[in-house]
T-cell receptor, first 118, second 112 residues
């Protein structure tokens, strides 16, 4: 089975350029998450979707960041304009939804997109 | 504020040594707790989780963790590590929803 697929794996760009990161969740998963990992701040939840609808975007750092999920099999995270402090690894994860007894289940992660903004 | 903290950022052990990685959380009420592992060059994957019941949770590859509510802790343990356990380990938690907060991670290096 294919896992969560992210592209690109690596992106190097110049300050001010637009960056678009892409994610294909596991088929059948209703939840999709975008995380950012940096040395200073660890893994931060940026936004998550349920059935293609954004549920919580309180982690999105500022208006330069936007995320969309036009359908159940595709999501994008866009940074415009990009800045050097946006350099990080961006992870996408998906999940099948709540299980019995309050168990929220497992997050399945992609391999990440490493962004470097010069 | 909800948070998860991991005490050690880097740990170096020799093979066959015992492992304990600390994790503390600051949630009130019901809490789900997780340990994820990221092997070099790979994606994060679940090691084990706790959401209710027996506070001693067993996961894959011989790992276990104990939920101690009075100490707000969920430490990860393994009696005897192997070189292949070299990885980064993340503690994480949520309060029953999907807003999962991760700790900063602990990089474990096991010397052969």
């Amino acid at each position: 089975d294919a896992g969560v697929i992210q592209s690109p794996r690596h992106e190097v760009t110049e300050m001010g350029q637009e960056v678009t990161l892409r994610c294909k969740p596991i088929s059948g998963h209703d939840y999709l998450f975008w995380y950012r990992q940096t040395m200073m701040r660890g893994l931060e939840l940026l936004i998550y979707f349920n059935n293609n609808v954004p549920i919580d975007d309180s982690g999105m750092p500022e208006d330069r960041f936007s995320a969309k999920m036009p359908n159940a099999s595709f999501s994008t995270l866009k940074i415009q304009p990009s800045e050097p402090r946006d350099s990080a690894v961006y992870f996408c994860a998906s999940s099948s939804g709540p299980l019995v007894g309050g168990d929220t289940g497992e997050l399945f992660f992609g391999e990440g997109s490493r962004l470097t903004v010069l | 504020a909800q948070s998860v903290s991991q005490h050690n950022h880097h740990v170096i052990l020799s093979e066959a040594a015992s492992l304990e990685l600390g994790c503390n959380y600051s949630y009130g009420g019901t809490v789900n707790l997780f340990w994820y592992v990221q092997y070099p060059g790979q994606h994060l994957q679940l090691l084990l989780k706790y959401f209710s019941g027996d506070p001693l949770v067993k996961g894959i590859k011989g790992f276990e963790a104990e939920f101690i509510k009075s100490k707000f802790s969920f430490n990860l343990r393994k009696p005897s590590v192997q070189w292949s356990d070299t990885a980064e380990y993340f503690c994480a938690g949520n309060t029953g929803g999907f807003k999962t907060i991760f700790g900063a991670g602990t990089r474990l290096f096991v010397k052969a």
